[in-house]
């Protein structure tokens, strides 16, 4: 799905689903979504009968990082019942969360991210302070996920 073109895409057109198949009657756009990465763990390697006194970096295990997610508060719960299902034990609170990049003019997507069996692991109040008027109150989801796929 991936659409390739000579220039960058803009990073601020994007569309986040949380597992629900729903992004037309979202209850407030994410303003940011961070985290979105994976390693390959490597390992020395060397035979004893190596011709050569030097290791080998052999690949091993894979990760997928923490994702993070931020909106302005609105007072909409989706986050924390999500947070509760897991918090309570709920095995079956596992999504697959889809967050798709959208070219300028919103047409369509151009990249798409999957994040296979995410869970949510913190979620975070916003700050408040009396002094500082123009801040937004922005609340702050963290998710782990067991793998990443990229079309």
Known sequence: MAIERENPYSAFNFLVDLGTGDTASVKAGFQEVSGLNYEVTMADY????????????VSTMFKVGDVTLKRGLIGATDLLEWMEEVRNGDQNAARNVTIQLLDEARQGPVM??????ARPMRYTVPSFNAKSASDVAIEELVFVCDDMTVE
């Not at 060397?46 to 970096?57: D, F």
């Not at 798409?112 to 069996?117: S, V």
Request: positive net charge; hydrophobic residues 20%.
């Open 46 to 57: 060397r035979n004893g009968n190596e011709k050569t006194n030097r290791v080998r970096k």
């Open 112 to 117: 798409t991210w999957q994040l296979i069996n």
